[in-house]
């Protein structure tokens, strides 16, 4: 099956920060991504769509400018948290659409901690 | 409104017996409809989907679903419950993939 990466699986990083988090399709092109966040024991909340060459689409309840989404090749897809702060600690998870197909390949997932 | 509900967060099932986990979605969004597991910390892994064809949808590991129009729903079974079964199990259903709020299942042995 096709296969989404995410990056990275795990980063800690300080209040008022910046965090990068990665989401490649390794072997097909993925015009839409979706971001989503997981709180431990709970679901997965979906955050936005992201399609490529073109701006997000958030969920309500989503801050855009926090989490900023960047969907610049059919390949990657890019989730920014900003100015990040202790209540953003989560579990994102990206998922990825293979052109026409209604399967979506979801990655790994990242673990996000802020202290 | 919630697009997809499942009903019982907790199941717990003898191993070898049926496995029943419960799906039912919002006739708003469009009928395709997709399990997932999730075992700790890990993503998900898709275990089967219905989109056209063929309503009673099987997939891997033993599991299949009935997709019934009438009721919307897209209840997830497995005939007989392995240990290995253990983890947390999502419905989810439209073209945006909501995803419902889970089921955690427990196999004892």
């Known amino acids: 099956g096709a296969v989404v990466s995410q990056h990275p699986s795990r980063v800690i990083c300080k209040s008022g920060t910046s965090v990068k988090i990665e989401c490649r399709s390794l072997d097909f092109q993925a015009t839409t991504m979706f971001w989503y966040r997981q709180f431990p024991k709970q679901s997965l909340m979906l955050m936005a769509t992201?399609?490529?060459?073109?701006?997000?689409?958030?969920e309500q309840g989503v801050e855009k400018d926090k989490f900023l989404i960047n969907h610049a090749s059919l390949t990657l897809s890019t989730l920014t948290v900003t100015s990040a702060h202790p209540e953003d600690s989560s579990f994102y998870i990206c998922?990825?659409?293979?052109?026409?197909?209604?399967?979506?390949?979801f990655g790994q997932g990242t673990r996000l901690t802020v202290v | 409104a919630q697009s997809v509900t499942q009903l019982g967060s907790h199941v717990s099932v003898s191993e070898g017996a049926l496995v029943l986990l419960r799906c039912n979605y919002s006739?708003?969004?469009?009928?395709?409809l997709f399990w997932y597991v999730q075992y700790p910390n890990q993503g998900l892994q898709l275990l089967l989907k219905y989109t056209t064809g063929a309503t009673l949808v099987k997939g891997i590991n033993g599991f299949e679903a009935e997709f019934k129009k009438s009721e919307t729903s897209f209840h997830l079974t497995k005939p007989s419950a392995h240990m290995s079964d253990a983890a947390e199990y999502f419905c989810?259903?439209?073209?945006?993939?909501?995803f419902g709020t889970g089921t955690s299942l427990t196999v004892i042995p």
């Open positions: 998922s990825a659409l293979q052109g026409a197909n209604t399967e979506a390949f």
């Open positions: 989810a259903a439209g073209n945006q993939f909501y």
């Open positions: 992201s399609n490529e060459g073109s701006k997000a689409t958030y």
């Open positions: 006739s708003s969004v469009p009928p395709y």
